[in-house]
């Protein structure tokens, strides 16, 4: 079956640009997580959401990104004001519920702040 | 707080030799554990996951993890490495607050021909 998408693959912005990425877990999946991948920071667990609960929003590095799921499904991750320092792979992963840990990673979406 | 030390960036074997790639985590109770590995430009692969009972765990492409809860490690192995076996390996653990999973620094394996 089809797998964690992702959307766009690549992203290069200016500074202080808005950005918005998209992911749509597997069908069926009721977690969804987000991630960063950089350089300096490894893997970083950003922000999860499990059904219709209040989402953990412990891994945001500040207040310019936030993400919301609509529906149950697909999720959006929006950073404003980007920053250089925002750039890195941002990954998205789906598992069947919280507890199990089993994610499945989608793809990422590289975004590049110039 | 829980963490994952990979203590190896870099690692090179030779192919047909054989390969271990450490890890070790801090964690309060039984820990689920989790082998993914990433090839250049891709997302993460599933390799192999430990939750309870038999500490030897077998995964996909011919790897295998044993948990070995007084070392506080959960090594990764292959009998035979293959060229295709070069990418990056990540070791982590799941977190006790919801599913998230706290990720080692990740081991860089090079294959030489």
């Known amino acids: 079956g089809a797998g964690v998408s992702q959307s766009p693959s690549n992203k290069v912005t200016e500074k202080g640009k808005d950005v918005e990425l998209r992911c749509d877990p597997i069908?069926?999946?009721?977690?969804l997580y987000w991630y960063r991948q950089s350089l300096g920071q490894g893997l970083e667990f950003l922000i999860y959401?499990?059904?219709?609960?209040?989402?953990?929003k412990s891994g945001l590095p500040s207040d310019r990104f936030s993400a919301e799921r609509t529906g149950g499904s697909v999720s959006t991750l929006t950073i404003q004001r980007t920053q250089q320092e925002d750039s890195a792979v941002y990954l998205c992963?789906?598992?069947?519920?919280?507890?199990?840990?089993?994610?499945?990673f989608g793809p990422g979406t590289r975004l590049t702040v110039t | 707080a829980q963490s994952v030390t990979q203590p190896d960036i870099h690692i090179t074997v030779s192919e047909g030799a054989s390969l271990e790639l450490r890890c070790n985590y801090s964690?309060?109770?039984?820990?689920?554990l989790f082998w993914y590995v990433q090839s250049p430009g891709q997302g993460l692969q599933l390799l192999l996951k430990y939750f309870s009972g038999d500490t030897l765990v077998q995964g996909i492409k011919g790897f295998e993890a044993e948990f070995k809860r007084s070392q506080s490690s959960f090594n990764l192995r292959k009998p035979s490495v293959h060229w295709s076996d070069a990418a990056e390996y990540f070791c982590a653990v799941g977190a006790n607050q919801g599913g998230k999973l706290i990720f080692g620094q990740g081991t860089e394996l090079s294959v030489k021909p």
């Open positions: 964690y309060g109770a039984t820990p689920y």
């Open positions: 992963a789906s598992s069947q519920r919280t507890g199990t840990y089993e994610q499945y």
């Open positions: 959401f499990q059904g219709n609960s209040a989402p953990d």
């Open positions: 069908s069926g999946h009721t977690a």
